[in-house]
């Protein structure tokens, strides 16, 4: 059995978690927010960290880093955004996952991921596993990519590239093609990846 805990604001959606948990053989400790977590003095296999109404998820996972040090986070919303998905990794959080989910993925996903934890060796392995599949990928599709996960659009690449904007949609999906993805999202979650860590 292993040991969550999650920290969410939505008292519905909170225990909704619990109760999945409990389902699936899990025991599952609810929490109103960081700052209770933290007090508590307790370390869960994983934590579930909802993002606050406000967006704001830096100042929880900040808060986190300092007072419950290698705790294991996962944050969770309901309109996960490329930029918030990099922040997060870089702030420590193993993953970021759009709300609702089915929490046997989470599950399935912990026994998957349970040796690559240690921080220098999950960075190692996300950043490798990403530029191997943004080899397959030419130059221009790379920088392409690149552009978008930093928020560009099409028409801005294109000006950049002296291209028209339909010569940068036709290499957005044959990238996604190339890197085995059926969606921007996660192609921009590869990118991003693939320069969170130098690997040696």
């Known amino acids: 059995m292993l040991k969550f805990a999650v920290v969410d604001h939505d008292m519905r959606r909170k225990a909704d978690v619990v109760m999945q948990f409990s389902d699936i053989g899990h025991s599952c400790a609810p929490y109103d927010n960081v700052e209770e977590f933290a007090d508590s003095g307790r370390h869960y296999d994983l934590l579930l960290l909802a993002e606050r109404a406000d967006g704001a998820f830096r100042d929880d996972l900040e808060s986190l880093r300092s007072t419950v040090h290698g705790q294991k986070t996962i944050i969770y919303s309901t309109d996960p955004h490329y930029a918030n998905a990099c922040e997060a990794l870089r702030l ?87 890197i085995e993805v059926t969606n921007s999202s996660d192609a921009v979650r590869i990118s991003i990846e693939s320069r969170l860590f130098d690997p040696a």
């Open 92 to 178: 420590g959080a193993l993953d970021l996952r759009a709300w609702p989910f089915d929490l046997t993925e989470i599950e399935a996903w912990w026994h998957r991921n349970a040796e690559t934890f240690l921080p220098v060796n999950r960075l190692r392995l996300r950043t490798r596993e990403a530029r191997d599949r943004l080899a397959a990928l030419t130059s221009r599709e790379r920088d392409i990519l690149h552009a978008i996960a930093d928020g560009k659009s099409n028409k801005m690449i294109a000006a950049g590239l002296g291209v028209s904007h339909r010569t940068i949609e036709a290499h957005r999906l044959r990238l996604l093609k190339k």
